[in-house]
């Protein structure tokens, strides 16, 4: 995992905010979760990682690069 490139989960939200401006507003960190939540369903049901990894990237805030990919344009489709 040292190998690996880290990217903020967060710099998604900024290019949902880039591309429609109600991203912008503060109810949205509540949807912003349960999107994440949803691509987490996606990414277990694929039997990528455990829940567990999805969980702890949560809370620390990144993703290595691949996954940051697959979340990022499960959120911008």
Do not use: C
Not at 2 to 30: C, T
Request: aromatic content about 16%; hydrophobic content about 40%.
């Amino acid at each position: 995992m040292n190998d690996e490139k880290k990217v903020l989960i967060v710099s998604v939200l900024n290019a949902l905010e880039a591309r429609d401006p109600e991203w912008k507003l503060p109810e949205v960190a509540r949807k912003f979760k349960v999107l994440y939540q949803g691509w987490r369903q996606t990414e277990l049901r694929a039997k990528r990682h455990t829940g567990f990894f999805y969980t702890n990237s949560w809370q620390r805030g990144w993703l290595p690069q691949a996954d940051f990919i697959r979340f990022r344009n499960y959120a911008l489709q």
